[in-house]
């Protein structure tokens, strides 16, 4: 039995693997206003389609649909099978609320009611 695979099937069958990523992945990646779609993430970085995006480095933000998730450090690592492959130097979780310079006691009161005469 043989294992070869001529290469017009291979490149179809990368063709439709990427089609595929893309049309699972949510998660879009913003680079100085310009979206890329990110066709896999995983922990120590990411991918997205060689053929329409170029070699990123520096800061950018993800986002899965309209939700900010990361802002991040990034350096494109390898360039393999139709995705560039980026990997993150920082990756900074985004907050809804900014940092608390206090502690905040667990039995605190929730508001201060006034004395009603």
Not at 46 to 64: E, K, M, N, Q
Not at 77 to 90: C, L, S, T
Request: overall charge neutral.
């Amino acid at each position: 039995m043989s294992t070869y695979v001529p290469k017009e099937v291979q490149d179809g069958l990368d063709r439709a693997r990427l089609a595929g990523l893309k049309k699972a992945s949510r998660l879009r990646l913003d680079a100085d206003g310009v979206l890329y779609s990110v066709l896999r993430m995983w922990k120590t970085g990411f991918s997205i389609d060689a053929a329409t995006a170029p070699h990123l480095r520096g800061y950018v933000d993800l986002y899965d649909g309209a939700v900010h998730l990361f802002q991040c450090l990034i350096v494109a690592h390898e360039e393999a099978e139709g995705e560039i492959r980026f990997e993150f130097k920082r990756l900074t979780a985004v907050a809804n609320a900014p940092a608390l310079d206090f502690e905040k006691r667990t039995n605190a009161p929730v508001a201060l009611l006034a004395d009603a005469r």
